[in-house]
């Protein structure tokens, strides 16, 4: 019970996070003490806010998201075209840009702790319970459920094996 409670904590900071956007304008520091939600494309090489290539993303998107990896728990949100993921058991949490890119719904993020695990994610498929995503890094493919109104999935998926 203990990890719903934790994973509820966290999808309910995320949202929180996602929903202040902080006026940064591209700013690639990390030593703000008080984290941007500014979203930025990781494919983007300036510093221009909002100018990426990944435009709106789809209503499907939208909303918190929880998995399990390697026994902790993942939590990514997305609002408009912003994206936030949290790990436990990590200090820094990541930020970035979700949407269409070149015909496929992408998610970019940057980590300030340097983690490239989950930089760069294609959508594989989503619907109103589940988005698979297959991330660039390490992680590989990995399976979310959607938190529905604060409230946590009644299961945890667990990390895809490719």
Not at 45 to 53: D, W
Not at 81 to 105: D, H, N, P
Request: positive net charge; charged residues 15%.
């Amino acid at each position: 019970m203990r990890t719903a409670t934790v994973a509820a904590a966290l999808v309910g900071a995320l949202a929180a996070l996602t929903a202040c956007s902080g006026g940064g304008g591209g700013d690639k520091t990390a030593s703000s003490a008080t984290p941007s939600a500014t979203a930025a494309s990781a494919s983007s090489s300036g510093s221009s806010s909002g100018s990426g290539a990944v435009t709106g993303a789809s209503g499907k998107l939208q909303g918190s998201w929880i998995t399990t990896n390697g026994g902790k728990i993942v939590a990514l949100v997305i609002t408009g075209k912003k994206a936030g993921l949290f790990v436990t058991g990590r200090k820094a949490w990541c930020q970035g840009a979700a949407g269409q890119e070149s015909g496929m719904q992408m998610i970019h993020l940057t980590c300030p702790d340097g983690n490239k695990d989950r930089v760069t994610g294609m959508v594989d498929s989503v619907d109103a319970k589940s988005m698979t995503v297959s991330w660039s890094g390490t992680t590989g493919k990995e399976t979310y459920t959607k938190a529905e109104g604060g409230k946590l999935p009644s299961a945890l998926p667990t990390k895809v094996k490719k």
